[in-house]
Nanobody, 125 residues
Framework: QVQLVESGGGLVQAGGSLRLSCAAS????????MGWFRQAPGKEREFVAS????????YYTDSVKGRFTISRDNAKNMLYLQMNSLKPEDTAVYYC??????????????????WGQGTQVTVSS
C-alpha cells in the first residue's frame, strides 16, 4: 500500500512561485511513474505534469509548460513541482499520484492507482 502526502501549498500573488512536495511511503518509489493533477472548484480533476520512473522523461499540460517543473528524488522517495510565474487560473487543490501501470509518463487520470490528500494553492490577482 502506497501512501502519498503533499505539502507546500499556500497563498501567493500572481507572478510568484511555490514548490510543492510529495512524500511517498509503502512501496518501491523508483519503480513507477508519478504525476501531479489539480482540481479547481466546480471543475474536474485535470492533469498537470508527469515524470518517468527515473526522472528521465517529463510531460506537461500546455498551460503550464515553461512555468512548472516536475522532478523527483528516488533516494528520498520525494516528488516535487516547482511552480513559477503563477496565475490566478492556477488556483486549485493539487494532488500527487502514483502510476503503477507504467514506468513512463502518462496524462491519463485513470492510470494512477494511488493519490495524496491534496494541497491548496491559491493565486491572488
Amino acid at each position: 500500500q502506497v501512501q502519498l502526502v503533499e505539502s507546500g501549498g499556500g497563498l501567493v500573488q500572481a507572478g510568484g512561485s511555490l514548490r510543492l512536495s510529495c512524500a511517498a511511503s509503502g512501496g518501491t518509489f523508483s519503480s513507477y511513474a508519478m504525476g501531479w493533477f489539480r482540481q479547481a472548484p466546480g471543475k474536474e480533476r485535470e492533469f498537470v505534469a508527469s515524470i518517468s520512473w527515473n526522472g528521465g522523461d517529463t510531460y506537461y499540460t500546455d498551460s503550464v509548460k515553461g512555468r512548472f517543473t516536475i522532478s523527483r528524488d528516488n533516494a528520498k522517495n520525494m516528488l516535487y513541482l516547482q511552480m513559477n510565474s503563477l496565475k490566478p487560473e492556477d488556483t486549485a487543490v493539487y494532488y500527487c499520484a502514483a502510476n503503477f501501470r507504467r514506468v513512463g509518463v502518462s496524462a491519463l487520470l485513470y492510470e494512477y492507482d494511488y493519490w495524496g490528500q491534496g494541497t491548496q494553492v491559491t493565486v491572488s490577482s
